[in-house]
Structures are given as structure tokens and as C-alpha cells.
């Protein structure tokens, strides 16, 4: 039973520290996630900054692995050097290590009052101090966690049991490293581990040797998450943590044989005994930085050997036939279903847009830039084509139905534009900063997507068939969009009013959105306008004709 409730307070104080750590990761991301992003991008010039980017990030979001993540993504946008992102991962390394001695510094007994001064700031109104105020919670939390896990470990000061199994590990050290390894990466957090680490050696039933060779493995273990993250992204992202992993588990490789010697020399030193968990992981990663810096541009050519270039996807047209110029009838029809495809590019486009806002996750917008490129050639080539078209001259039911297919896919690209410009944009600010919509505005901005999807597919059934009945619905559904839209924002304005507080840190990314949606809508309606035209049934002016006074 005594040992049941010991591993009960075991488990309980890791899962503290890693709540603590996740609450500082949010915090932080919430009050300064855009400027550390952008810190994290311009600080990337030459190895030095690079270097002490990665450091200091890692320690504002107590994660290596949201630094690596994070780098990954401007590697995938080409805003980094390969061999730069390298090394801001070396940083990020020691960054690990150095946020490890800080906490092991013995100021646990500041945790309450860390706690008090964050949920005061949690009270306030700005995001930025809420987001500071989970940022201090999750400090407390870690460092209450790991006056926990002091009290949990005691006990087995006198455990036969532990002792038999540090010994069974002492004379096994590939097989504590294996396992400090899976550990670190079941637990997403090498930090966690050094922490246990550091916690077991405090019972002295650990010996200096063994303490190095776990040490090593929750450094070989805090690379495979970002790895495992990345495998569905690109190639340049999957190069990034690959290379990361490389690195560690060359210095480990190495280390290995010599961690006696290490622990030799650490004892030699004037350092405190009961710090050698958190001393020999800053050493190791200064040590590995140091080594490995040089070649970091080794490790990028290595990396891109390894993992091949992305396949390209065919971004040209398929269907607009040059052969086809002689029979205006194909060719307009070749046109059509070339046009249509730039239609399902912009639905995708809506799509992923909306998952990311639904999910509060950055992924689905990966591949809106390649995809809006995508619609801003096709429509191009279509112009030329039908232009060609256009030479030997075209009666009039041809000449019509070019001009409708061209004016379609114009409206269509400026739908990418408003996508990838307008909303893609605010919904990354509403990521960025940890900002939420209250459950009103964001099921109005949920509701407005998915009307704005249906009316999409509605048009490209309208342009393919031209029929007259649903041209006339996707007009009149124009009057509900812009009654919806009217009322989201009266809605909006009366929260405010109310004071809601997630209303007034979201107003303009709400209004923005509106905005964007409704003239999406407005290009989607267009592809009706020649149908109805034709019929007689549309009026130039939405004016009312009144009677001139006398």
C-alpha cells in the first residue's frame, strides 16, 4: 500500500510539472506569441543571433520542442537559412538546460507566491497581462511540482526495491539511456525528465555515472516530438528536427563511453552534488553546441540527401487544349471544366481556412499560398486562352459564354486574394495571440463560413449548367447574406456594449471576417448575374423608383 500511494505522488507531481509547463508555454504564446514569432524569425541572420534566439526562446516557452516546431514552419516558408535553423536549434538545446538550472536553484518556496502575483494578473483585461498572469501560474506550478516530487522521492531513500532496479540500470547504461529516452518523448518534455532525474538523485542511491547516462537520454528523447509533429509536413520541416535529431544522437553516441570519465571530472569540480542532474545536461548541450556549430551546414546537405524534394504538383492547366481553337464549342467546354477546377481550389482554400479557425491550429493554412498561386495562374491561362479563341471571332451565344466563364474566374482569384490576404491572415492573429471569440460571435462566424462554402458549391453547379432556377436561389440568398452580416456586427456592437470581455479583444478580427465573408459572397453571387441578365429579370440599380415631387 505505501508503495502504491508513493507512485500515486510520483506520477501526481510529474503531471504537475507538465501542466505547469504547458501553462507556460500558453501564457507566454498568449501575451507575446507574435513578437516572439517575429523575434524568432528576424533574429536569424547570422549564427550568433541564431544561437541566442533559440536560447532565449526556449526559455520564455519552457519548450524545445515549440521552438523547433516553430522554426520548422519558417524553414517551410523559406524564411530561414537551412544551416541557420540548425543552429537555432542548438540554442534551443541549451535553452532546455538552462531553464532546468533555474528551476533546480532552490527557490520552490517563492511558488505560492508566484501563483497569488499570476492569478492577480490572470484578473486583468488585457490579453497580454492574462496571458503574463498563465505564464506565472505555470512557474509556481513547476516549481511547486518539484517540492513535490522532493517529498515523493523520499521514501524510496530506503526502497530495496529502487535500489535493485538502479543497479540493474548501472550496469545496463544503453539500456537507461533507451529508457530515459522513451520516457522524455512519451512525456513530450526533457525538462520533465531531467527533473525526475533530478529528484531520484537526491535519494544518493544514484550513481554519478548513471546520472550522466540518463541525463543523456532525455536529451536523445526530446528530439523524437518534433520529428513525429513534422512527418506529414514538407520536406524542409522534416529536415529541420531530422537534423536536430541527428545531432543529439551523435553526441550521445559519443558520450556514452565516456560518461565515467564525465562524471569524473563534474566531481572533481566545486559543484554542488546535489545539482549534477541539471550541471551535466547544461554541459552536455554547451559542449554539443560547441561542437557541432561548425557543422551545421554538414548536417542541412546531410538532411536534404536523406529526405527528398517534395513532388511538385502540376499547377498548369489540363484541359485547355490548343487543338481544340478550331471548334469554338470544345474549346469553350475545355475552358468550363478548367475553370471549375479553379473553383474546388478555392473551395479547399475556404476549407482549410475555416478548420484552422474551428481548430485553433496553424497546419491547415500551410498550403493556401501554393494554392491561391495555383488560381492566380490558372485564371491567367484562361484569359490567354479564350483570347485566342476570341481571334477568328465568335457569334454571339460563344462570344457570351466566354465572356461569363472569364469574368468567373476573375471573381474567383479575387476570392484567393481575399483568402490568403484577409481572412488567412486574421485567423493566424486570432492563433498567434490566444484570442477567443465569445460563443456567440464565433458560432455567427462558424455559420457564415458554411453558408459561404454551400453558396460557393451552388455556383459552380450554377456555372456548369446554367440553370435558371438556382441562379435566382443564390440571388436572393445575397439579400440573407447581407442581412447576416448586418446582424453579426448589431450583435457584435451590443456585446461590446454589454462589455464582454472576449468581444472586445476580438472586435476588429470579428468585424474584419464579416467583412471578408460578405464579399466573398458578393464574387460568388457574380457567376448569376449572366443567367438572369439573359432572362430579363435583374435591374441595374437596387433603387426604388419614386415618384419626382412637385
Request: charged share 20%; glycine share 8%.
Amino acid at each position: 500500500m505505501q508503495s502504491t500511494i508513493v507512485i500515486i505522488n510520483l506520477l501526481g507531481a510529474v503531471a504537475l510539472l507538465l501542466f505547469g509547463l504547458a501553462q507556460v508555454k500558453d501564457g507566454v504564446t498568449r501575451a507575446f506569441g507574435t513578437r516572439l514569432r517575429s523575434g524568432l524569425a528576424t533574429g536569424t541572420k547570422s549564427g550568433f543571433r541564431s544561437f541566442l534566439s533559440g536560447l532565449l526562446a526556449t526559455v520564455a516557452l519552457q519548450s524545445s520542442t515549440a521552438t523547433a516546431l516553430t522554426v520548422a514552419s519558417f524553414a517551410e516558408r523559406d524564411l530561414i537559412r537551412p544551416r541557420m535553423a540548425q543552429v537555432v536549434l542548438l540554442g534551443a538545446n541549451v535553452g532546455t538546460a538552462v531553464t532546468a538550472w533555474l528551476v533546480a536553484t532552490g527557490i520552490e518556496w517563492l511558488s505560492p507566491l508566484i501563483i497569488l502575483i499570476g492569478i492577480v494578473l490572470l484578473k486583468g483585461r488585457s490579453s497580454a497581462r492574462q496571458g503574463a498572469g498563465t505564464a506565472l501560474i505555470g512557474v509556481g506550478l513547476m516549481l511547486l511540482s518539484l517540492h513535490l516530487l522532493g517529498l515523493a522521492t523520499e521514501p524510496l531513500r530506503q526502497s530495496p526495491a529502487l535500489a535493485a532496479f538502479i543497479g540493474l540500470l548501472d550496469n545496463a547504461w544503453p539500456v537507461a539511456l533507451i529508457l530515459s529516452a522513451a520516457l522524455a518523448f512519451v512525456s513530450s518534455s526533457s525538462l520533465a525528465v531531467v527533473v525526475l532525474i533530478l529528484s531520484l538523485a537526491s535519494t544518493g542511491i544514484v550513481s554519478t555515472g548513471l546520472i550522466v547516462v540518463l541525463i543523456l537520454g532525455a536529451n536523445l528523447g526530446g528530439a523524437i516530438p518534433p520529428l513525429v509533429a513534422t512527418l506529414s509536413g514538407p520536406a524542409t520541416a522534416r529536415r529541420i528536427t531530422l537534423g536536430n535529431l541527428i545531432v543529439r544522437a551523435t553526441g550521445c553516441t559519443i558520450a556514452l563511453p565516456l560518461a565515467g570519465f564525465g562524471a569524473e571530472a563534474m566531481q572533481a569540480l566545486p559543484l554542488s552534488p546535489e545539482k549534477l542532474p541539471v550541471d551535466a545536461h547544461l554541459a552536455f548541450n554547451i559542449l554539443l553546441a560547441l561542437i557541432a556549430w561548425p557543422f551545421s551546414g554538414l548536417v542541412s546537405r546531410l538532411t536534404t540527401r536523406l529526405i527528398a524534394d517534395d513532388p511538385q504538383p502540376d499547377s498548369g492547366p489540363r484541359f485547355l487544349d490548343p487543338q481544340a481553337l478550331d471548334n469554338p464549342v470544345m474549346a469553350l467546354a475545355n475552358a468550363t471544366r478548367e475553370v471549375l477546377g479553379v473553383g474546388d481550389a478555392v473551395e479547399r482554400m475556404l476549407i482549410r481556412t475555416e478548420n484552422a479557425f474551428k481548430n485553433n491550429d496553424l497546419a491547415p493554412l500551410a498550403e493556401i499560398a501554393a494554392l491561391e498561386k495555383r488560381v492566380d495562374n490558372l485564371q491567367q491561362e484562361v484569359k490567354i486562352y479564350l483570347s485566342k479563341l476570341g481571334r477568328d471571332g465568335l457569334d454571339g451565344e460563344n462570344a457570351r459564354r466566354s465572356i461569363a466563364i472569364i469574368d468567373y474566374a476573375i471573381n474567383l482569384e479575387h476570392i484567393g486574394d481575399i483568402i490568403e490576404k484577409g481572412i488567412c491572415d486574421q485567423v493566424r492573429k486570432k492563433i498567434a495571440n490566444g484570442l477567443k471569440f465569445s460563443d456567440d460571435g464565433y458560432e455567427e462566424l462558424r455559420n457564415f463560413f458554411n453558408l459561404t462554402i454551400d453558396n460557393l458549391r451552388t455556383a459552380q453547379t450554377i456555372f456548369q449548367t446554367g440553370d435558371f432556377n438556382l441562379a435566382r436561389h443564390l440571388m436572393e440568398i445575397k439579400v440573407d447574406v447581407r442581412r447576416m452580416e448586418k446582424r453579426s456586427a448589431e450583435r457584435h456592437l451590443e456585446r461590446l456594449r454589454d462589455g464582454r470581455m472576449e468581444s472586445l479583444q476580438t472586435s476588429s478580427l470579428h468585424l474584419d471576417m464579416l467583412r471578408d465573408l460578405k464579399r466573398i459572397n458578393a464574387h460568388i453571387v457574380s457567376v448569376a448575374h449572366p443567367i438572369l441578365d439573359d432572362s430579363g429579370v435583374l435591374v441595374e440599380s437596387r433603387l426604388r423608383h419614386a415618384e419626382p415631387q412637385a
